[in-house]
Nanobody, 112 residues
Framework: QVQLVESGGGLVQPGGSLRLSCAGS????????MGWYRQAPGRQRELVAD????RTAYADFVKGRFTISRDKRTVYLQMNALKPEDTAAYYC?????????WGQGTQVTVSS
């Protein structure tokens, strides 16, 4: 069983930065895809970024501002130049041979 635990969310002013972390435990293959989704109130969950075998992919709305990286069992999301519309609950996920797994989410609020 895989468990994912996010941290690093919080309140930040527009233009600020945050770094999210997601620590995984259990049977995690290095070839698994890990990434981040987000969900704002009243909106569907949307993909933010993911990483697999060192290759990264980003949603258009975060390109140039967010950077995803991975170190073995931990995936990070460096978020710069944050905007109020980035306010959402951010969820870590993993997709691999054992199935798909989600973290519990961490809240990011961008407000002055």
């Amino acid at each position: 069983q895989v468990q994912l635990v996010e941290s690093g969310g919080g309140l930040v002013q527009p233009g600020g930065s945050l770094r999210l972390s997601c620590a995984g435990s259990g049977l995690i293959f290095s070839s698994a895809t890990m990434g981040w989704y987000r969900q704002a109130p009243g909106r569907q969950r949307e993909l933010v970024a993911d990483i697999k075998d060192g290759r990264t992919a980003y949603a258009d709305f975060v390109k140039g501002r967010f950077t995803i990286s991975r170190d073995k069992r931990t995936v990070y999301l460096q978020m710069n130049a944050l905007k109020p519309e980035d306010t959402a609950a951010y969820y870590c996920y993993l997709q691999g041979p054992g199935g798909s797994f989600w973290g519990q989410g961490t809240q990011v609020t961008v407000s002055s």
